[in-house]
């Protein structure tokens, strides 16, 4: 029951104690003799017996586990490869070692020591979400009071597996975590329990990481639990993070820019049909945006299909639309000037139809042909009917000529002509109005879908 190691000079030879010590045992308490620390130091010899012990897991009762305490500090949220690497500031581990015990009252005062961990017992605590080789240092020191509590902070970068769910992205919101658990002590051996407060570590992380990085720590939440392996259970402690994507960055670069190209596109229906300068400027409004997506290309998730790349298809597919129904428009407006083909009756039931009141109309058609600047005078080739009709002959003139039925022929020609060009362009019209709404539609639906997930 007792082991003595000491070091001393005879008093008689005038040399001064330089450190003597006296380890002794009974049942469960174990004393180092520390006198002569507050005259020249810690004397390294008086933890030798510990030291050469340090590959022994020190308890004096086998049937007995060590408590083992755990916390930890969140530093940073880095995202690599579609991963997130969570880097950890420091791991605490505070434990009990029944073989280091002093009186502070012998040994000037001294409570607190620091001892190179090389030279002590600890635990083999792992985090099982660690993905990459340990690269914490090896020459760390380790706190061990009087009363035999020892304090190790270890600091160390995890790189966890999570996966992402990049769905909502740039409005994602992820849950990652990280599981405590000893790999060789079983829990009749081992007992982790917790060092801090879940709070304590949620506000100590929050305030090293709110100013930094794209990511932003919503909550922490801890269970305690027992994996089994074979016949053995071991305890573990498991460490639910939320985090949440720092939107603003997102918005500016990707949805504003994108809202703006969308918007002017819609806005560019209040040109005129006939006018050849609304197609150019559509296929350049489309030309911006596919170089917009391709500058922008590195902001989006590498992998997957986020809710934000749906939007940016959606917008590439109305721009195209537009430009086709402006080149069909085009043509249909040049055919319908030079020879009208005649409307099909179904076509014409249609559109009358969509042009009665309180239907697709909300006023009169020719009030929204004049709105969208196609009315049939802004048509060239309209204009020679209409400007034709006031050069006719009348009919006593046709009839001196020779020509009695010629005149009215004509004259019911032409107003025929005309009755086609108007309906073809109210056609045109509401081909427009119809694709303006769907703009209408499509942006307000994207402007309510962006306030919901931003603000839940």
């Known amino acids: 029951d007792m082991i003595a190691w000491y070091r001393d000079k005879s008093p008689s030879s005038g040399t001064p104690l330089t450190g003597s010590l006296l380890s002794t045992g009974r049942g469960d308490i174990f004393t180092i003799n520390c006198s002569g620390f507050d005259w020249h130091g810690v004397d390294p010899a008086v933890f030798q017996g510990v030291f050469a012990r340090n590959s022994f897991h020190p308890v004096l ?40 015990r002093w009186n502070p009252e012998e040994c000037g005062g001294i409570r607190h020591l620091s001892i190179a961990t090389e030279n002590l017992w600890l635990p083999d605590i792992f985090i099982k979400e660690f993905m990459d080789v340990d690269q914490t240092p090896t020459d760390l020191m380790a706190y061990v009071n009087s009363e035999g509590q020892i304090k190790y902070n270890k600091p160390m970068q995890v790189i966890s597996i999570c996966n992402l769910d990049i769905f909502y992205f740039p409005f994602d919101k992820q849950n990652c975590t990280l599981t405590f658990s000893s790999f060789i002590y079983p829990a009749e051996r081992m007992v982790l329990g917790m060092e801090k407060e879940v709070q304590e570590i949620l506000n100590m992380s929050q305030n090293l990481i709110q100013k930094q990085g794209e990511w932003v720590l919503l909550g922490i939440h801890q269970t305690a639990s027992k994996m089994t392996v074979g016949t053995n259970q071991y305890n573990q402690i498991v460490f639910y993070l939320a985090i949440r994507r720092r939107t603003r960055l997102y918005i500016i670069n990707l949805l504003v820019p994108s809202s703006f190209l969308i918007t002017v596109d819609a806005l560019s229906f209040y040109l005129a049909a006939e006018n050849d300068n609304r197609a150019a400027f559509k296929i350049t409004l489309l030309l911006g945006y596919n170089v917009f997506l391709l500058m922008m290309n590195n902001l989006l998730p590498a992998s997957g299909t986020p809710l934000i790349s749906v939007y940016f298809a959606l917008c590439l597919s109305l721009m195209v639309v537009s430009l086709l129904e402006t080149i069909f428009i085009t043509h249909l407006l040049h055919l319908a000037t030079t020879q009208p083909p005649p409307m099909p009756r179904w076509l014409h039931s249609l559109l009358l139809y969509c042009t009665s009141s309180r239907r697709c109309y909300p006023t009169d058609p020719q009030k929204g042909n004049k709105g969208l600047g196609l009315t049939l005078a802004h048509l060239p080739a309209v204009k020679e009917p209409v400007e034709l009709a006031g050069k006719v002959p009348g009919p006593r003139k046709a009839e001196i000529n020779g020509f009695p039925g010629s005149t009215r022929a004509q004259q019911e020609d032409r107003a025929q002509k005309q009755h086609l060009v108007s309906l073809w362009v109210q056609f045109s019209h509401t081909i427009d109005t119809l694709l303006f709404c769907l703009y209408l539609l499509f942006l307000a639906v994207s402007v309510v879908t962006v306030v919901i997930l931003w603000n839940t």
């Open 61 to 100: 009762d086998y049937n007995s586990p060590t408590h083992v305490n755990i916390s930890f500090t969140l530093s940073a949220i880095l995202e690599v490869n579609e991963q997130l690497q969570l880097m950890t500031s420091f791991l605490w581990l505070k434990l009990y070692h029944p073989f280091i």
